[in-house]
């Protein structure tokens, strides 16, 4: 069900709201969260869609913010709302709530959005694009406990990592630090079952591709070895070395759906690393509402000092007790790494 408000006000859609349920017969409300998606007319239908397939698995309030851009100086000075309201099959297992703020309203968007947020529910707020350098002190930011963001879709997304570790607040997280956790749990699961002391790895994927920075990162953090990152043409990660005093374990996926993992003394095996589409991403975001202490740990170690190199801290033994500590975060620290002419890390 749909119901389209002209020149509205929070109170309204929230009335609006109240109506469609009891249309529909679903006066109860059982939704566990309220989504914010700060968005723009062309990224409005993608995200939306994403929102409302992850919302199966994490049934939501989805309030979708479209700030419109007015041409006359005249029209710019207006204020006005103009809404949509969705609830039942048109809006996934909650509802949504489409604003679109005309004139001075879209610098005070925050004024809007609090009246519709689920009561005593967290509050996730989730940029598609263009988000704001510090999330946390934007003013719908502040109103969340959960900060979303992709450097992915950032017109220098290697660079937009750097912003992100400088502007880090407690509960900031992005996507392209989603993408790789697949790769995280195999990579500490491999050493599980080979327990061995790492000495250094290698990160082979895209050159614009900020998760395979994260992923370097995160390596040079936990591990304490230097991390070498080299380029393919993709698509996306591809491949992942480590080297171990006991030979060396790859990660190797280049179609980007089905990998292979090669460790000494065993057969290769095939492993399932398809690129996970947004909801999912999105969904697996909102599983958890803490402060994400590895992504921290991972985004602050640097990209300077990763493609600078620099000096190393003794790698301590990369056992699987300290490998496997939480095998989709990872543990184990320290820096480096050095920016290499590109090449082929894998090995089969």
């Known amino acids: 069900m749909k119901i389209d408000l002209t ?28 989504l914010v998606i700060v968005t723009d007319e062309e990224n409005a239908y993608d995200a939306l869609k994403s929102a409302g397939d992850a919302s199966r698995e994490h049934p939501s309030r989805i309030i979708a913010v479209i700030k419109r851009v007015s041409r006359s100086p005249r029209a710019r000075r207006d204020a006005r ?13 909650g509802e949504t709530v489409v604003l679109r703020l005309h004139g001075e309203l879209a610098n005070h968007a925050q004024s809007v959005v609090l009246p519709l947020l689920l009561p005593d529910a ?20 502040a109103l969340a406990q959960r900060r979303i ?16 570790a400088a502007t880090y607040s407690p509960g900031d997280t992005d996507l392209s630090w989603t993408r790789i956790t697949p790769w995280r749990s195999m990579l500490a699961a491999a050493l599980d079952q080979q327990p061995a002391t790492v000495i250094g790895a290698t990160v082979e994927g895209e050159s614009d591709n900020p998760s395979c920075e994260l992923l370097a ?47 000494q003394g065993q057969p290769d095996r095939a492993v399932a690393l398809k690129r996970r589409e947004t909801a999912e991403l999105l969904a697996e975001e909102l599983r958890r509402l803490d402060p994400d202490n590895t992504y921290e740990s991972a985004v602050k170690f640097g990209v300077e000092k990763l493609h600078a190199g620099g000096e190393v801290k ?13 095998p989709a975060e990872g543990e184990q620290k320290a820096p480096a790494a050095k920016k290499a002419p590109a090449k082929k890390a894998a090995a089969k």
């Open 7 to 34: 020149e509205t006000t929070s109170s309204k859609i929230n009335q609006a709201l109240v109506s469609a349920r009891r249309a529909i017969g679903t006066p109860a409300i059982g939704m566990v969260l309220t």
């Open 149 to 164: 963001t992709d450097s992915y879709s950032a017109e220098r997304p290697i660079d937009e990592l750097a912003v992100r």
């Open 314 to 326: 003794a790698a301590p033994a990369a056992s699987a007790a300290s490998a496997e500590k939480k």
């Open 122 to 141: 967290p509050v996730v707020v989730w940029w598609p694009e263009d988000a704001p350098a510090d999330a946390a002190k934007d003013p719908l930011g």
């Open 217 to 263: 990162m995160w390596l040079a953090d936990r591990l304490g070895v230097p991390v070498e990152r080299t380029y393919s043409a993709g698509p996306g990660l591809t491949a992942v070395r480590m080297e171990t005093k006991n030979g060396v374990i790859v990660l190797d996926r280049a179609d980007g759906s089905l990998a292979t993992l090669s460790m």
């Open 81 to 93: 709302l103009d809404a949509e309201v969705r609830v039942g099959s048109d809006a996934g297992t």
